[in-house]
């Protein structure tokens, strides 16, 4: 026998013996958590960097961008962040593979705000069992604040995409209860978390929904959709969809000479958009646009020119992205989301264990978050684990959207359902 | 026809014994990785038979993953029928849709070809979405985590890695089997001289049909130990971006060899990281570009291009016994 | 019925996008023979390169000119540094290196403008059109005249020039036209050049209707394959016509096929390429080529 081919053969009966002996080593999390040394906490995530969905990968970029902002002021309790961020192309395999890697390999002390839905669920149950936090996921799911029982490790931020409609169904039947509602959606979980809430939202007044038009993301554009829509002779729009397609929509409605109100959702709203639209077609097509919000928008330069939140943004976003476009929505959310994990941290204390992290995140009240829409506060209770479910209802006047009222939890809307 | 060599053996010994020491030198993450290597392995080893042997172009077997993944989830998690059942199950199901479908590319040449199958990958995803009462629609299915059996003493990761590589030997074992036969001589004759081969008797119906139905049962059992390994499936899973990938594992491994599919697994489950490392801001463009230099520079893949320098380098040409063809361009 | 009508009118505006991206893709296959699964990320990258040049501050149409002889220049770069070395390999060869291409353009465009949805000036007026109660847009009959248009100008520049018919023979009978003294490779390269024209010209285009991000032109080039495919890949008119077909086609699939709905248009175009392809491969106005076995 070759004498290389023998030593690999001994190698390997060598290692079938140690076999018992590695398999019967992994032991749970103990004293000493992974991810935390004197000096540093290691944060692992995923984020689409490339692929279908790489506009979010800015994300996972602003929230670098504050750790590497709060390690250049302090850190957190004498310790620095690492932040290890890897690029799961919007794939659920790749996300698994990764965050095997970020778990075994890389040593991190929590997984925070791995993003999408699919991404989400097939990673939660390895990190479940495994005991490792699984933080602030980047999607509005419902699953992610009413699961905590089956899945106790893992926990949303945003607003969930349910309570949302639920808040337009509400103003519908305040404002407009002879509305003829038309609804145009993603065919995904996304759209129909909108479709749920808003026939929560209705109750028995659901016949008010005279028609509804899907759109996958494949398709070229909506006006085809719009025709549909437009024909059921509704007079409210409510537009559960991307930006892309949002504004197409909206185009495509102000072209058919289709003038409903319109209720479009959070992740469309940012003023750049809405010019947009009205470079396109005019200003007839936002004249009558009603939506939510729970963050600032860092396109309003004119509302937040003196915020102090906006300023420490822009600091951020100049000293550490400095290619990047400040009026990305996505950056926002990074750093808001981000100063949210470094508190959790903060709070958890000086000794940090994952358990006590846990603790902290199921019951917590952040007010001082500085990009979220003023007044809006981020709490949990060990019962109640959706942490934002403030918004505010705002109307487009042209160059900026106006309040319509005041801040509405939808909290009691949610547990209504989370009961159930 | 060729003999099996004893270069061949001592290098299939070789890769036995590696695929058996690894796991136990690198990371754990990595074991984990190597599961889907072994998947990508079986998936292009299915492309080396049928674009490399056949000379047929699928942009589409991510399709036949969807459908293996999907199969087993399906039957696990609905009945809670066990993968070992799955599995088989899956091949059988995708063997099935694969003769259908390779009948009608018998109609459909080259780019054509290339065309209907990149179709094919391209409406999977909708599909799955449609039939959501069993597929989940674009939730998809959570599966449970493989253990391994009662009085094996591995961790789960190592227990699936073994199990995958285990699988991923019997298909190389019985592709290498059918292709040294009378299925592979027709092939190769098909290939390089159509008429010829049908004047002495080869029905190209029958064998390229074969082929195509071959090349989905592997894809649909590295579908199926791509739904286990994630525990998961969804419409997500097997976008389009899938089959792209796959035959670009396969030209990049080597389309015409068995060793490409190795190499060509092990390629696209790590060009992505690599591509990450060089340059975080914009890994599509290094993965694009290292593809197409790959074109321009070794366009027979890396086991062809090192196959070549090793036979230039070391055999005068006559000398070249290797059980692997040259390349052929047409 | 009025719905019908307007879902016609919104199918031909949509099957003129189809169109126009299928028109470049149709140029490369007669120049070679082979296709581009990266016209639609060149088109798109282009037309990124026309919104930095009109943000840069240049009038409109001076912009959209630069546009066109800069993708003229690049496409002739492309064929001669990347498609050349790899021109007389085999089809798959050039299928990959193809979708490299589609790969890197797709991540340098996030890379230099990132992903977020840029508005795309239009050349034509934003009011909507009124006939008889159905409505569209200046721009959708602005994309429908230029692909006529540009239609035009390429049927005679193959008929009626020179330089056109030393293309068209260098296509099909490149050794008799090495011959002749035609020089075949750099009549290869015009036609990558041409086909990026088009292909800019129909991103300029489309942007003001999908809006401008590195992906939009992933869907639309499924489409204009099927359009291509539908037409009969070799013929120009087919190409148009093929596209405003298909628009149209899966507007009224859409919206009156209850199994397909929304959801399986896309499906239901890709098994038209399919069934196409198996029925008359040479499409609705190609001319039926006689291939080897």
Same mark, same amino acid.
């Given at each position: ?96 593979? /990764? $965050? ?11 997984? #925070? ?9 097939? +990673? =939660? ?72 809430? /808003?026939?929560?939202?209705l109750g028995s007044h659901q016949n008010m929904i005279v028609k509804m038009a899907s759109y996958e993301t494949s398709d070229p554009n909506v006006s085809s959709q719009i025709s549909t829509l437009k024909s059921s002779g509704a007079d409210t729009l409510m537009i559960f969809a991307t930006p892309k397609f949002a504004i197409q929509a909206m185009v495509a409605a102000a072209q058919q000479s289709w003038h409903p109100k319109i209720y479009l959702n959070n992740v469309a709203n940012t003023i750049p958009y809405m010019k947009a639209v009205e470079k396109a077609a005019g200003p007839s097509a936002t004249a009558n646009v009603i939506t939510t919000y729970y963050l600032k928008d860092p396109a309003n330069h004119a509302r937040y020119a003196n915020d102090p939140g906006m300023k420490l943004y822009e600091e951020i976003m100049t000293k550490y992205i400095p290619n990047g476009d400040k009026d990305d929505g996505n950056y926002l959310y990074g750093v808001s989301i981000a100063y949210t994990m470094a508190d959790v941290l903060r709070r958890a204390g000086k000794d940090l264990t994952r358990k006590k992290v846990m603790d902290v995140v199921s019951n917590f009240t952040e007010k001082d978050n500085p990009l979220v829409y003023p007044g809006v506060l981020i709490r949990t209770s060990p019962n ?8 505010? @209802?705002?109307?487009? /006047? ?7 009222? $005041? ?14 | 026809?060729? =003999? *099996? ?6 290098? &299939? ?8 020491? &690894? ?100 409406? @999977? ?21 493989? *253990? ?60 390229? *049909? ?74 599509? $463009? ?45 | ?33 082979? +296709? ?39 496409? $002739? ?56 109660? +159905?409505? #569209? ?87 204009? #394959? ?13 190409? &148009? ?18 199994? +397909? ?26 001319? *039926? ?5």
């Open positions: 026998m070759n004498p290389i081919f023998r030593r690999i053969a001994a190698a390997s009966i060598a290692s079938l013996f140690a076999l018992g002996v590695s398999a019967s080593t992994v032991v749970p999390a103990s004293a000493a958590d992974p991810g935390v040394s004197a000096n540093e906490i290691v944060l692992g995530g995923t984020h689409p960097f490339s692929g279908p969905a790489s506009a979010y990968g800015n994300i996972g970029k602003g929230i670098g961008a504050y750790f590497s902002y709060l390690n250049d002021h302090g850190g957190i309790n004498g310790r620095k962040i690492k932040w290890i961020d890897l690029d799961d192309a919007y794939s659920p395999p790749q996300a698994v593979q /990764l $965050v095997h890697q970020l778990v075994e390999q890389d040593k991190v002390f929590a997984v #925070f705000d791995t993003l999408g839905t699919a991404v989400n669920t097939a +990673i =939660r149950p390895y990190l479940n069992q495994n005991g490792v936090p699984h933080l602030f996921v980047a999607t509005g799911a419902t699953t992610w604040g009413k699961d905590y029982k089956q899945f106790p490790w893992t926990i949303g931020w945003q607003p969930d995409y349910q309570a949302e409609s639920i808040l337009y169904a509400k103003e519908i039947l305040q404002s407009t209860p002879k509305a003829k509602i038309a609804v145009l959606y993603q065919n995904d979980d996304y759209g129909e978390d909108y479709n749920a809430g /808003l026939k929560k939202g109640f684990r959706f942490p934002i479910t403030q918004m505010i @209802t705002a109307k487009w /006047l042209g160059s900026d959207w106006s309040p319509t009222g $005041v801040l509405t939890d939808t909290r009691t809307l949610i547990s209504g359902q989370a009961v159930k | 026809m060729k =003999r *099996t060599s004893s270069g061949t053996l001592l290098r &299939v010994a070789l890769a036995v014994a590696v695929v058996a020491i &690894v796991p136990w030198i690198v990371p754990s993450f990595l074991v984990f990785d190597l599961v889907f290597v072994a998947a990508y392995a079986i998936a292009i080893l299915g492309l080396v038979i049928l674009t490399g042997m056949n000379g047929q172009i699928s942009l589409g077997h991510g399709a036949f993953m969807a459908l293996g993944g999907y199969v087993v989830a399906v039957l696990a998690h609905g009945a809670g029928w066990p993968y070992w059942i799955g599995v088989p199950l899956a091949a059988l199901a995708c063997g099935a849709v694969g003769i259908v479908i390779g009948l009608v590319a018998l109609r459909l040449e080259g780019v054509y070809l290339a065309l209907a199958t990149f179709s094919l990958a391209v409406a @999977t995803p909708s599909f799955l979405k449609h039939f959501k009462s069993v597929t989940g629609g674009f939730g998809g299915l959570s599966l449970n985590p493989v *253990t391994a059996p009662p009085g094996v003493p591995l961790d789960a990761q190592h227990w699936l890695y073994y199990v995958s590589w285990g699988v991923a030997g019997v298909c190389f074992l019985l592709s290498a089997l059918l292709v040294r036969g009378k299925f592979g001589r027709a092939l190769r004759a098909l290939r390089d001289n159509p008429i010829a081969a049908v004047s002495f008797g080869v029905n190209p119906y029958v064998y390229k *049909t074969l082929a195509f139905a071959w090349s989905a049962v592997l894809a649909g059992i590295a579908g199926g130990f791509f739904a286990i390994a994630t525990a998961y499936v969804s419409p997500d899973t097997f976008s389009f971006a899938l089959s792209i990938t796959l035959l670009i594992g396969a030209v990049l491994g080597g389309i015409m060899t068995f060793w490409g599919a190795l190499a060509g697994g092990v390629v696209i489950e790590f060009l992505p990281l690599v591509a990450q490392q060089v340059n975080a801001a914009a890994p599509s $463009v290094v993965y694009g570009v290292a593809l197409i230099l790959v074109m321009m520079f070794v366009p027979d893949g890396i086991v062809g291009g090192l196959l070549r320098l090793v036979r230039t380098a070391s055999f005068p040409p006559s000398a070249a016994s290797v059980a692997v063809e040259q390349p052929t361009r047409e | 019925m009025h719905e019908l009508a307007q879902q016609i009118v919104s199918g031909l505006a949509t099957g003129s996008i189809f169109a126009s991206l299928a028109l470049a893709l149709v140029l490369i296959y007669r120049a070679m023979g082979i +296709i581009n699964f990266a016209q639609g990320e060149m088109a798109m990258f282009t037309t990124y390169i026309a919104w930095q040049l009109v943000q840069l501050g240049l009038p409109i149409w001076l912009a959209f000119g630069a546009t066109l002889v800069i993708a003229f220049a690049g496409g $002739v770069a492309l064929e001669r540094i990347v498609i050349r070395p790899v021109e007389r390999a085999n089809q798959l060869t050039i299928v990959i290196v193809t979708l490299g291409l589609f790969i890197a353009f797709n991540g340098l465009a996030g890379w230099f403008w990132g992903y977020i949805v840029k508005s795309f000036p239009t050349p034509f007026p934003t009011s909507p059109i009124q006939v008889g109660g +159905i409505g #569209f847009s200046a721009q959708d009959l602005g994309i429908i005249v230029v692909s006529l248009l540009t239609l035009g100008l390429i049927t005679l520049f193959f008929q009626k020039t020179k330089l056109g018919l030393a293309m068209r023979a260098a296509a099909l009978y490149p050794e008799q036209s090495r011959v002749m003294g035609i020089r075949v490779g750099w009549m290869l390269a015009l036609g990558w050049g041409l086909a990026a024209v088009v292909g800019a010209v129909a991103g300029i285009m489309i942007a003001p209707v999908t809006f401008l991000d590195p992906n939009m032109m992933q869907s639309v080039i499924v489409y204009a #394959f099927a359009s291509a495919v539908l037409g009969g890949i070799e013929s120009p008119v087919g190409a &148009v016509v093929g596209g405003l077909v298909l628009g149209v086609v899966i507007n009224l699939l859409g919206t009156y096929v209850e199994f +397909i709905g929304n959801e399986l248009r896309l499906a239901a175009a890709l098994a038209i390429i399919v069934l196409v392809l198996m029925v008359k491969p040479s499409g609705l106005f190609g001319r *039926t080529v006689v291939h080897r076995v």
